[in-house]
Protein backbone atom coordinates (compact mmCIF):
# COMPACT_ATOMS: atom_id res chain seq x y z
CA UNK A 1 0.00 0.00 0.00
CA UNK A 2 1.18 3.54 -0.36
CA UNK A 3 -0.28 4.45 3.25
CA UNK A 4 2.47 4.09 6.00
CA UNK A 5 -0.59 3.76 8.25
CA UNK A 6 -2.19 0.61 6.39
CA UNK A 7 1.50 -0.70 5.76
CA UNK A 8 1.74 -0.38 9.95
CA UNK A 9 -1.64 -2.25 10.44
CA UNK A 10 -0.33 -4.81 7.92
CA UNK A 11 3.19 -4.92 9.93
CA UNK A 12 1.32 -5.32 13.13
CA UNK A 13 -1.31 -7.83 11.80
CA UNK A 14 1.50 -10.32 10.61
CA UNK A 15 3.89 -9.73 13.69
CA UNK A 16 0.49 -10.87 16.10
CA UNK A 17 0.19 -13.78 13.66
CA UNK A 18 3.67 -14.94 13.67
CA UNK A 19 3.49 -14.72 17.48
CA UNK A 20 2.04 -18.12 18.65
CA UNK A 21 -0.32 -16.62 20.91
CA UNK A 22 -3.89 -16.97 21.04
CA UNK A 23 -5.12 -13.63 19.11
CA UNK A 24 -8.50 -12.14 17.55
CA UNK A 25 -8.31 -9.20 15.25
CA UNK A 26 -11.25 -6.89 14.90
CA UNK A 27 -11.66 -4.83 11.97
CA UNK A 28 -14.58 -2.53 12.50
CA UNK A 29 -16.24 0.65 10.51
CA UNK A 30 -16.01 3.95 11.58
CA UNK A 31 -15.97 3.82 15.52
CA UNK A 32 -17.95 6.68 17.04
CA UNK A 33 -17.89 7.66 21.00
CA UNK A 34 -16.54 9.27 23.40
CA UNK A 35 -12.73 10.37 23.07
CA UNK A 36 -9.97 9.49 26.34
CA UNK A 37 -11.47 13.78 27.09
CA UNK A 38 -14.63 12.60 27.73
CA UNK A 39 -15.55 14.66 25.07
CA UNK A 40 -17.37 13.37 22.07
CA UNK A 41 -15.38 13.57 18.90
CA UNK A 42 -15.35 16.07 16.16
CA UNK A 43 -17.91 14.00 13.88
CA UNK A 44 -20.64 13.23 16.62
CA UNK A 45 -20.47 16.83 17.90
CA UNK A 46 -21.42 18.07 14.04
CA UNK A 47 -24.03 15.46 13.54
CA UNK A 48 -25.73 16.17 17.31
CA UNK A 49 -25.72 20.18 15.90
CA UNK A 50 -27.15 18.91 12.26
CA UNK A 51 -29.50 17.20 14.43
CA UNK A 52 -30.66 20.03 17.02
CA UNK A 53 -30.57 22.78 14.11
CA UNK A 54 -32.14 21.52 10.82
CA UNK A 55 -36.29 20.05 10.50
CA UNK A 56 -34.72 16.77 8.52
CA UNK A 57 -31.51 14.88 8.49
CA UNK A 58 -30.01 14.23 4.48
CA UNK A 59 -29.10 11.21 3.60
CA UNK A 60 -25.57 11.08 2.25
CA UNK A 61 -25.55 9.30 -1.39
CA UNK A 62 -28.95 8.99 -1.43
CA UNK A 63 -28.61 6.53 1.13
CA UNK A 64 -26.34 4.03 -0.21
CA UNK A 65 -23.26 5.28 1.94
CA UNK A 66 -21.48 1.96 2.71
CA UNK A 67 -20.24 3.04 6.03
CA UNK A 68 -21.13 1.15 9.29
CA UNK A 69 -20.57 3.28 12.15
CA UNK A 70 -20.39 1.51 15.19
CA UNK A 71 -20.49 3.73 19.14
CA UNK A 72 -17.53 2.63 21.20
CA UNK A 73 -20.28 1.23 24.17
CA UNK A 74 -21.45 -1.26 21.94
CA UNK A 75 -18.02 -2.33 20.23
CA UNK A 76 -16.85 -2.97 23.75
CA UNK A 77 -19.68 -4.39 24.91
CA UNK A 78 -19.40 -7.20 21.87
CA UNK A 79 -16.03 -8.04 22.84
CA UNK A 80 -16.23 -8.73 26.72
Do not use: H, M, W
Not at 19 to 37: D, E, H, P, Q
Request: charged letters at 20%; proline letters at 2%; glycine letters at 10%.
Amino acid sequence: SNSAYLRSKFQAEELIGNSGINYVIVRTGLVLGKGLSGRNSKLVQRYQKLVAEKAFIPLINKGQTKIQPIYLGDLTKALE
